[in-house]
């Protein structure tokens, strides 16, 4: 992926936020926004709000694993284009800390874009803050004719 | 774990219908009823609605993995009362099959109860159908004095 | 699946001791025996020995994974037949107890056999004791048109 | 962990290959080597050999498993100095490409210490190639009193 860097993203950020904000009702209530874009890595911020505090006055994990899922679709479609069908197969996700009633920011790379399955992992971190709260590696099904060849 | 199933579960299921419809809004909006809940065993229900629709017209894999995480949460209720303070530390998931826009039903059963942390496994399957769509390994950290002698 | 216990595995256990004792050294070293081989089930033994103990008189975590990990193989094999080029994909253990320094059993069964990917779980237990000492699911890719329709 | 990198590592490549050496012999048969030991970083390479190869001549699954596992007994013991009683808790592990029969560099950092559990990921690649291979994160359960304040 040495060249990835160079090359521009498939899907733009508006096009992105669009398709989180529209596909899925449950995924496009946490108003995530886009803050970089890349070919190949991308960075997602999710604002705080009341409903996804949990006792203990933070953020709900569910939240934080519907950040990465959506995240690594972003990072699908930053090298493929629009693949609305593509799908989560597999995701694993570590909580680290305890996250602040903050908003949050996933970091997102791809470890690998195959024919079939695309593998990346995302790294959550409360904003301003440096120790992640949370990581993720998730594994996308790729629609035929969509993956690059392996 | 023999005599597990002649126990009483430490909370009953009204009680933590209360806890899933409450604590935390992002996830009491599922709606998620308790079907079954015994001591170190709980079966859950996820209505369908328009909003945990995505593309491909399944529904949409957070929802799942919040199904699966809450499902957790019960399982650590039933042997130790409520304790709201319990918290994932991790969660692993297969997605295996395609859901139909159908109903989910959760079956969850402990693993291991320890002392500072619990494991359980949780199987998805569409409400009335044989075959799992999703299966998650989900891992909770509990409060100091609350978990068991390992 | 329902059908699936009625029908018979597509590889035999003297079949599949083979494949264990011979395909890679690192793991045939290990003089894993199958207990049981059904159609989609599995049951092997590994036995206890010096080499595979680690601090604290327990047998050694990668021990562990070797035989969940092939374990999933004979699942493979028992419904599709020979595929030694069917490769994992993914493994998540956990480990649960602290092993006996004794004989470990592993009992699998498929969640899920596809076109292109298989999922199953392995439950390891020291030989003779009920509660599991460690979980573990995993997923395989198929050579093309050795797996299912999906 | 901004600091980190300016202190010195709590054991020494000599102390710590001579851990990988003795503690497991089914761990040491691998001769693994330390390349790297940084305070929360380490660098180790597996040699290949015929032992290890698998169908298709790439070197098995549970050779790198227990690679990332060791890596990661290294990663504690790189700030909390000899604690031959750290155990694995838990190790989920992606395989991305099919690895040459060449040795396998393994690179880990550390995504947490805590007074309970330490978390790192640990990424494999062919020695001379820049794709991973293979991303593996990996818990450990920490002796009492060892681990630092959460």
Same mark, same amino acid.
């Given at each position: *992926?040495?060249?990835?860097? +160079?090359?521009?993203? !498939?899907?733009? /950020? @508006?096009?992105?936020?669009? @398709?989180?904000?529209?596909?899925?009702?449950?995924?496009?209530? #946490?108003?995530?926004?886009?803050? /970089?874009?890349?070919?190949?890595?991308? +960075?997602?911020? *999710?604002?705080? +709000?009341?409903?996804?505090?949990?006792?203990?006055?933070? %953020?709900?994990?569910?939240?934080?694993?519907? &950040?990465?899922?959506?995240? *690594?679709?972003?990072?699908? *479609?930053? !090298? &493929?284009?629009?693949?609305?069908?593509?799908?989560?197969?597999? #995701?694993? %996700?570590?909580?680290?800390?305890?996250?602040?009633?903050?908003? %949050? @920011?996933?970091?997102?790379? #791809? #470890? /690998?874009?195959?024919?079939?399955?695309?593998?990346?992992?995302?790294?959550? !971190? +409360?904003?301003? !803050?440096?120790?992640?709260?949370?990581?993720? @590696?998730?594994?996308?099904?790729?629609?035929?004719? /969509?993956?690059?060849?392996?």
């Amino acid at each position: *992926m040495s060249t990835a860097t +160079s090359r521009r993203p !498939r899907i733009t /950020k @508006v096009a992105f936020a669009a @398709v989180m904000r529209d596909l899925v009702p449950y995924v496009g209530q #946490l108003d995530i926004r886009v803050q /970089k874009l890349g070919f190949g890595t991308i +960075s997602l911020v *999710m604002p705080a +709000s009341r409903q996804l505090l949990r006792p203990g006055g933070t %953020i709900t994990g569910p939240a934080q694993m519907a &950040l990465a899922d959506i995240a *690594m679709y972003g990072l699908v *479609m930053s !090298r &493929l284009g629009r693949v609305d069908l593509a799908v989560t197969t597999s #995701l694993s %996700i570590n909580f680290l800390r305890r996250p602040a009633p903050a908003a %949050i @920011v996933a970091e997102g790379r #791809l #470890l /690998k874009l195959g024919r079939r399955l695309a593998v990346g992992d995302i790294t959550l !971190r +409360s904003q301003g !803050r440096a120790e992640p709260i949370a990581h993720a @590696v998730v594994t996308y099904s790729l629609p035929p004719a /969509k993956g690059l060849v392996d």
